[in-house]
T-cell receptor, first 114, second 112 residues
Framework: NAGVTQTPKFRVLKTGQSMTLLCAQD?????MYWYRQDPGMGLRLIHY???????AKGEVPDGYNVSRLKKQNFLLGLESAAPSQTSVYFC?????????????FGPGTRLTVT | GENVEQHPSTLSVQEGDSAVIKCTYS??????FPWYKQELGKRPQLIID?????GEKKDQRIAVTLNKTAKHFSLHITETQPEDSAVYFC???????????FGTGTRLLVSP
């Protein structure tokens, strides 16, 4: 099993450009998440999904959109990139259900917006 | 919503010493508290977790304690080794949701 994978690993964008980050998981997890990690601020939730076709806003959703057309994939889009979106982006997934379950993280995408 | 505070932000110890990282949370309905370790340039990985119906959990050299009344929980690492050097994040699961709220992280440096 590959677990959680992310593409691309690195990307440099100019202000105003758009891009899509792809997250894929092969563990049949119901829930998927997108976080951003900035120095001194920990991991902050951008958007998440509790199942195929569903999405919800997290703590810092502005400037991002997401889609979950297939259970195994969760896409994060930046329509008009800004320097404030320079960050490391992590995708994660976990089992569904009411009880708590471990979140498995992908390797991350380092995005620089100039 | 839930708010998690983590202290200290950096912690330096000598090999063999113990290390303690503390977190507080705000939402009394939170019921699950995981700890993640992130090595430089790597992804966060779960090292231990505790549920709200348990006061303490141990796994070899690491342990987590939870005080629900005071709304704080702590990570204890004994007999630290250089490979324990990493950033450690605590988190709390908001009651009824699968969302985690993370602390801001503690950079642990273990010197040989």
């Amino acid at each position: 099993n590959a677990g959680v994978t992310q593409t691309p690993k690195f990307r440099v964008l100019k202000t105003g450009q758009s891009m899509t980050l792809l997250c894929a998981q092969d563990m049949n997890h119901e829930y998927m998440y997108w976080y951003r990690q900035d120095p001194g601020m920990g991991l902050r939730l951008i958007h998440y999904s509790v199942g195929e076709g569903t999405t919800a806003k997290g703590e810092v959703p502005d400037g991002y959109n997401v889609s979950r057309l297939k259970k195994q994939n969760f896409l994060l889009g930046l329509e008009s990139a800004a320097p404030s979106q320079t960050s490391v982006y992590f995708c994660a997934s976990s089992y569904g259900g009411q009880g708590p379950s471990e979140q498995y993280f992908g390797p991350g995408t380092r995005l620089t917006v100039t | 919503g839930e708010n998690v505070e983590q202290h200290p932000s950096t912690l330096s110890v000598q090999e063999g010493d113990s290390a303690v990282i503390k977190c507080t949370y705000s939402d009394s309905a939170s019921n699950y508290f995981p700890w993640y370790k992130q090595e430089l340039g790597k992804r966060p990985q779960l090292i231990i977790d505790i549920r709200s119906n348990v006061g303490e959990k141990k796994d070899q050299r690491i342990a987590v304690t939870l005080n629900k009344t005071a709304k704080h929980f702590s990570l204890h690492i004994t007999e630290t080794q250089p490979e324990d050097s990493a950033v450690y994040f605590c988190a709390a699961r908001e009651g009824g949701f699968q969302k985690l709220v993370f602390g801001t992280g503690t950079r642990l440096l273990v010197s040989p």
